[in-house]
């Protein structure tokens, strides 16, 4: 009874947590984004700009003094507006203010975040009772906030922001670091790691440059190489690309049969790769296990 008390709060409060950082996530894409807004107007380019008026008042205010307000009306949100999933259903999914609908952005990055650090509390491969395990199921899971941030990124505006990526690539070098070092065949470790390496990122980047740039960007490199350092594994490296076209295509294929797609039309790969990522992470043991026994 104890035990099931135990899961039950550890489920609860990988439910809280992933709410609270859904939240998190989805106000940081929009300010990436304002900022991305401003930096491209400075530097001469065209945007849009009913998108730069409604998200330029998301830079008036430094990090320390920054406030969430309605995008509509300028309302700064209270506490009790901030409460995730809780305030944006007490509301109606409306500001409180000027009554305008938020839509459904924020509460899906939350139910998401909250459903992937359940799945990732329930499916981890490994057991949490060593602390090199439980500090990469922490990287993990924080490297799930900032790949739902680059997924919502990438989805809506088809670009990978630098600054995220790099976040993801530097704990997945902490991640790849605590693996190789808590391993009892190092070298070996090692090799697992650059070929995973070589496998994800090193290919996109010969697509990349075979392509100069028109096939894949240089975002999608620098996101393969976290994901990479994330998995330090060749074989869960292969099974997350293999993953990632799969779902690829049966997303693809509808479209070009209704012809909604076309073939030069430009579909973002980087929600592919970390749905593919995500599934070489939390199954790839379970599925290389399956297939060894299936073939010996």
Known sequence: MIVVMEQVLAYFIMVLVGLCMGSFAGATVWRLRARQLVHDKKAGEEVDPVEYR???KLTKNSLTRDHSVCLNCSYKLKWYDLIPLVSWISLGGR??????PIGYFEPIIELSLALFFVLSYAFWPSPLNTSPEIIRF???LASGVGLTILFAYDKKWSILPDVVNYVIIGLGLISALLVIISSTNQLQTLIDVIGSVAILSGLYLLIYVTSR????GFGDVKLCLGLALLLADW???FIALFAANLIGSLVVMPGLITKKLKGDSHV???PLLIAGFVIAGLFGPYIINLYQHLIF
């Open 213 to 216: 740039g028109k096939w894949v």
């Open 95 to 100: 500001c409180r203010k000027c009554r305008k």
């Open 268 to 270: 973002p790969f980087g």
């Open 138 to 140: 922490v990287i993990w």
């Open 54 to 56: 409604h998200l330029n």
């Open 235 to 237: 074989q869960l490296a």
